[in-house]
């Protein structure tokens, strides 16, 4: 199935997935797991909405042969920058290809805008998710940021900082 563009009627089901993807039990089964990390849910639908509803971000969605959504990806125009977050498929789905296929999808929005650059935050205790986005081009720039506080995002059980990672989109 072709990568669209989500809209409001997609919030629950992204909400769904997002979570599914990267807490609770169903996220263990893939290698994307947050949930040794964090306890809580990783976003709630008033969140996803309000995201579906702000001009500068754009999630894109993949769905399966029965129309589920299976994939998604957060995209927000940062001025020079393209931010991607938010990055999630379905745990038994996530040696598929659907996330590779979704940051392709982020490069050539990134080109289209005319963006030097694509930035994504990683948990930096996550050394294999950050390990995949190195060799897709990622570079880590050595800036580390606190966690979100806000506990609609989580709530660590451990010492947790986002490590930034880049991508030049003129080598793309």
């Known amino acids: 199935m072709p990568v669209t563009i989500a809209t409001s009627a997609d919030a629950a089901e992204l909400t769904l997935l997002v979570n599914t993807a990267y807490r609770g039990e169903r996220s263990k089964i893939g290698w994307a797991t947050e949930a040794h990390l964090l306890d809580?849910?990783?976003?709630?639908?008033?969140?996803?909405?309000?995201?579906?509803?702000?001009?500068?971000?754009t999630i894109f969605k993949h769905k399966d042969d029965d129309g589920l959504i299976n994939a998604c990806v957060y995209l927000e125009n940062q001025g020079d920058k393209l931010y991607l977050g938010m990055l999630s498929v379905m745990p038994e789905l996530q040696a598929a290809g659907i996330g590779r296929l979704l940051l392709q999808e982020a490069e050539v929005i990134a080109q289209s805008l005319n963006l030097s650059v694509i930035s994504i935050t990683v948990i930096s205790l996550r050394t294999s998710l950050i390990d995949w986005y190195i060799r897709r081009g990622y570079v880590p720039t050595g800036e580390l940021l606190p966690f979100h506080v806000d506990k609609k995002f989580g709530v660590p059980n451990t010492h947790i900082e986002l490590m930034v990672l880049e991508k030049p989109v003129s080598g793309i």
């Open 40 to 57: 809580g849910a990783r976003i709630d639908e008033a969140t996803m909405t309000e995201y579906l509803a702000d001009p500068a971000i």
